[in-house]
C-alpha cells in the first residue's frame, strides 16, 4: 500500500499544480514571480522526496552535486530564461503583432484543452531539438555535457552547457493566444513531470500517466552507460507520447548512468566542452563526426 502511495506522487503532484493555476487570481499569474516561486517549490518537495524515498543508493546526494544543482538552476531562471525572453520570446511576440497573427479562439477554449496544447507544441519542439542533438556531431557536442552526470537527481534537469540549455528551450508559444493561467499551468506541468524524470524517487506512476509523460524509467534509459547508441531513444523532456508517435520510444530502465568514461564535469568543463580541442575527444564521440 505504501508503495502505490508512492506510486501516485508524479501525478497527484501535477494535478496539485494545475489545481493552482486553475484557481490563482489573474494578479499572481501577471506577477513575474509567481511561476518561479511554483518552480521552485515542486524542486524542493521532490528533492526532499529523494531523502524519504529513495530510488537508487547511487544516486543519493551529495554536498557537491547539491551544490552544483543549485547553481544551475539560479542559473537556468537568471540567465538562460532572461537570455530567451530577450533573444526568442520578445521578438517573436513583435513579429507576431507586425504580421498579424492571432489565435484568439485558443483563449476561448476549456483550460485543460489550452494547457495540453501549449504542453504538445513545446515538447514537439524539444523532441525534435533533443533528437538533432543526439544525431549531429555538433549539437552533441553542446548536449553531452548533461549526459555526462553520473546519478540523477531533482534539478538534474537544468544541468548542461549553456548553448544547448538555451537551444532546447526554443518554441513557437510566443505565437498562440492562450489564456496566461493555461500557459503558465503548461509550464509548471512540464517542470514538474520533467523534474520527477530525473529524480531519485522509487515512484512509478500508473500506465495511464506513464503513456503520455516521460518517467524516470524511460529517461533513465535515455541517460545509461551502456554505449552512446543506448541513448538515442526517449528523447521526450516531459511528453514521451511524442516518442511513441515517431518511433524512438524504447522500454526499460538503467541504474547506471553517464557517459564516455563516467567522469564528472566540473561547472567550468561543461561550458567549455564543446570547445574542446577535436583530438581529446573520446573515441565513441567522435566516430559520430
Not at 37 to 51: P, R, T, Y
Request: hydrophobic content about 50%.
Amino acid at each position: 500500500m505504501k508503495q502505490r502511495l508512492i506510486n501516485l506522487l508524479p501525478p497527484a503532484t501535477l494535478a496539485a499544480v494545475l489545481a493552482f493555476w486553475a484557481f490563482a487570481p489573474e494578479s499572481w499569474a501577471e506577477a513575474p514571480w509567481t511561476i518561479i516561486v511554483v518552480g521552485l517549490g515542486v524542486l524542493a518537495f521532490v528533492q526532499l522526496l529523494e531523502l524519504l524515498f529513495e530510488r537508487h543508493a547511487g544516486w543519493r546526494i551529495t554536498g557537491k552535486e547539491l551544490a552544483t544543482d543549485v547553481f544551475y538552476v539560479a542559473f537556468g531562471y537568471g540567465v538562460i530564461g532572461t537570455l530567451s525572453e530577450l533573444l526568442v520570446n520578445a521578438p517573436m511576440m513583435q513579429l507576431k503583432q507586425s504580421l498579424g497573427i492571432a489565435t484568439p479562439w485558443l483563449a476561448e477554449l476549456p483550460f485543460l484543452v489550452q494547457v495540453a496544447i501549449v504542453m504538445l507544441v513545446f515538447e514537439f519542439g524539444q523532441y525534435w531539438m533533443h533528437r538533432l542533438m543526439h544525431n549531429w556531431h555538433p549539437l552533441w557536442l553542446t548536449h553531452a555535457p548533461h549526459h555526462h552526470i553520473t546519478q540523477l537527481n531533482a534539478m538534474k534537469g537544468f544541468i548542461g552547457n549553456p548553448i544547448e540549455l538555451f537551444l532546447i528551450g526554443l518554441s513557437v508559444i510566443a505565437l498562440l493566444d492562450v489564456d496566461l493561467n493555461a500557459l503558465f499551468a503548461a509550464f509548471s506541468s512540464l517542470g514538474v513531470i520533467a523534474t520527477y524524470a530525473h529524480a531519485n524517487v522509487r515512484a512509478n506512476p500508473p500506465l495511464w500517466f506513464g503513456f503520455f509523460f516521460t518517467t524516470i524509467r524511460n529517461h533513465s534509459l535515455h541517460h545509461t552507460a551502456l554505449s552512446y547508441e543506448d541513448t538515442r531513444c526517449n528523447y521526450g523532456n516531459s511528453v514521451i507520447l511524442w516518442d511513441r508517435v515517431f518511433g524512438t520510444y524504447r522500454e526499460g530502465e538503467s541504474e547506471v548512468v553517464g557517459q564516455d568514461d563516467r567522469k564528472r564535469l566540473s561547472i567550468k568543463e561543461q561550458f567549455l566542452f564543446p570547445f574542446r580541442p577535436p583530438v581529446t575527444q573520446p573515441a565513441e564521440e567522435a566516430a559520430q563526426s
